[in-house]
Nanobody
Framework: QVQLVESGGGLVQAGGSLRLSCAAS????????MGWFRRPPGKEREFVAA????????YSADSVKGRFTISRDNAKNTMYLQMNSLKPEDTAVYSC????????????????????WGQGTQVTVSS
């Protein structure tokens, strides 16, 4: 398993941008597919985006398509989530996750498929 630590959360006005980072420890980061999930206040955790081990394939939830971009830098053992045009409904605790699962990237949308999780970072979007 890998250990994951998120950073970059904060308070931003609607329409603004934030970039989240997920730093991983261990030498096998490049062998894991990665994902971002979020838990809005009072709601269940939901899928945001996923990226393949190489970064060559990505998949995002419809609610963030065109606004959020997932990427990774395997040389730095880091994954990113660039969030633009933020809306109040994007307010949530965002967590990154890793999986050695080799399923197609568009199937990596459920929490049970991921074995390693970060502690989460709060994103608050004010109206």
């Amino acid at each position: 398993q890998v250990q994951l630590v998120e950073s970059g959360g904060g308070l931003v006005q609607a329409g603004g941008s934030l970039r989240l980072s997920c730093a991983a420890s261990g030498r096998t980061f490049s062998s894991y597919a990665m994902g971002w999930f979020r838990r809005p206040p009072g709601k269940e955790r939901e899928f945001v985006a996923a990226i393949s081990w190489s970064g060559g394939r990505t998949y995002s939830a419809d609610s963030v398509k065109g606004r959020f971009t997932i990427s990774r830098d395997n040389a730095k053992n880091t994954m990113y989530l660039q969030m633009n045009s933020l809306k109040p409904e994007d307010t949530a605790v965002y967590s990154c996750a890793a999986t050695p699962n080799k399923l197609p990237i568009m199937e990596l949308t459920t929490t049970t498929l991921f074995s390693s999780w970060g502690q989460g970072t709060q994103v608050t979007v004010s109206s």
